[in-house]
């Protein structure tokens, strides 16, 4: 199996583009597949670069609907019009971001729908033996602080969003479990919470951002959240890719107490899981 990092906040190989952003590229018995296109086109020339061809994807899993995972959608179907791009029904409502300096748009390009290959996801799906995706996260235990800033418009006024429109991808492939997932808005443990009930059983690996990124400082209640998470974390035997969203300051608190169960992968870093097991 391949997975590889085509783009994030940091660079992690040389010659590689970093950006706000996310995209993750994998190979499988069955499947080239992508989660994620990043903000802008980045995904692409650094995929150039490292000798990966997407023409070649034949499945495109959108974590969320945000212009920082969705972005790069329009400049791959040019590339590649046959791929099925799976997005999950709410995704194409209208998101922001609201600050003390201002208001931001952070949804999807509107074209985006209308492209032929999209599939729209109502719900947990089943896509073949190797991969499954999932939605419905309910819980609210230690719930980014972050996402209190982010709103979606809903009759005409901006809302707390509560981001149905997440979606998360099970890999099962070469015998171990790989949960994917793009920000973890809904909170990393409560989506493991909910892997739980479909698989009775956590996942070998999680690759995802964990949303504790902040433009200040960290309060006190910050490093605790952010402490009390990684305390969880550690009770499970499963090991844990981050990058994007967490925030390096974020994952130097993560790592004090995960160790070698948590790495950040970087913008054109590859991931050899037989190597970390």
Not at 107 to 127: A, C, K, M, Y
Request: glycine share 10%; charged share 30%.
């Amino acid at each position: 199996m391949k997975i590889q990092n085509l783009v994030e906040n940091e660079q992690g190989k040389n010659g590689c583009l970093a950006e706000h952003g996310l995209s993750v590229y994998l190979e499988t018995g069955k499947h080239k597949l992508l989660v994620d296109t990043g903000a802008t086109d980045a995904f692409l020339r650094n995929a150039e670069f490292l000798g990966i061809d997407l023409k070649e994807v034949d499945i495109l899993i959108l974590s969320h609907g945000h212009y920082d995972h969705g972005g790069g959608i329009l400049a791959f179907s040019k590339i590649n019009p046959r791929a099925r791009i799976y997005i999950r029904e709410d995704a194409f409502a209208k998101y922001y971001h609201e600050r003390e300096r201002g208001t931001d748009y952070i949804g999807l390009d509107p074209e985006i729908r209308g492209l032929p290959q999209v599939v729209v996801v109502g719900g947990d799906l089943r896509l073949d033996e190797e991969l499954y995706l999932f939605t419905n996260v309910a819980g609210r235990r230690m719930w980014p602080e972050g996402n209190r800033e982010l709103r979606v418009r809903k009759d005409g006024a901006l809302v707390q969003d509560d981001f149905r429109h997440e979606q998360y991808l099970i890999v099962n492939c070469d015998g171990k479990e790989i949960l994917l997932s793009g920000c973890a808005h809904n909170g990393i443990l409560n989506i493991l919470d909910r892997y739980r009930e479909i698989r009775e059983r956590y996942p070998d690996f999680v690759i995802s951002g964990f949303h504790m990124m902040k433009d200040g400082e960290y309060t006190e209640e910050d490093k605790k959240l952010i402490r009390q998470t990684a305390r969880e974390l550690q009770k499970m035997p499963t090991r844990f890719v981050t990058g994007h969203c967490t925030g390096i300051s974020a994952y130097k608190m993560l790592k004090e107490i995960l160790g070698e169960q948590i790495r950040y992968l970087g913008s054109g870093e590859e991931l050899n899981l037989s190597a970390w097991m």
